[in-house]
């Protein structure tokens, strides 16, 4: 039976100083610092509370961590050791898990391939685009579109 991922939440607490001293999870020393990390359900000290993988302290990366495989991970080392890939729909080439992307009905997009694939104008937040036979288009290419080849449109408007 394999294990599934989880995420936690990362809660940064301070210190009462009339309350006993906690024990850390990760090197189950006492806790004397002013601040403490929760998660998991145990106490830890800022700096045990660390990605398996790069090192990284996960209560200044964010305020969740991932666990799979008895690992405790960062967010984006647990997309790039268990996320799923994928081919953008522009270049065909991989996408990796951790990667950011644009999204258009089914497709998936690398931000640098996000264009029109006619006049690759790139689109910016609240940009008009259309979605034409599986092809990113810019308005003004679109309406070109229209009036030259009379197509009717089929895909609604789509805004970033």
Request: charged letters at 25%; hydrophobic letters at 35%.
């Amino acid at each position: 039976m394999q294990k599934r991922e989880q995420s936690f939440g990362i809660q940064m607490l301070s210190v009462q100083p009339d309350t006993k001293p906690k024990g850390c999870a990760g090197c189950n020393r006492k806790i004397k610092d002013r601040y403490l990390l929760k998660a998991l359900d145990k106490y830890w000290h800022e700096d045990c509370l660390k990605c398996a993988c790069c090192d990284c302290r996960l209560g200044e990366v964010g305020s969740t961590l991932y666990t799979k495989a008895n690992l405790i991970l960062c967010r984006r080392d647990y997309l790039r050791l268990f996320g799923v890939t994928g081919n953008c729909a522009a270049c065909s080439k991989l996408i990796p898990a951790f990667e950011m992307v644009m999204r258009a009905k089914d497709n998936v997009y690398h931000l640098d391939c996000f264009a029109c694939q006619l006049c690759n104008q790139r689109f910016c937040v609240g940009d008009k685009f259309f979605l034409k036979n599986n092809m990113i288009l810019c308005q003004t290419d679109y309406e070109e579109g229209l009036m030259k080849d009379g197509y009717a449109p089929q895909t609604p408007l789509l805004h970033l």
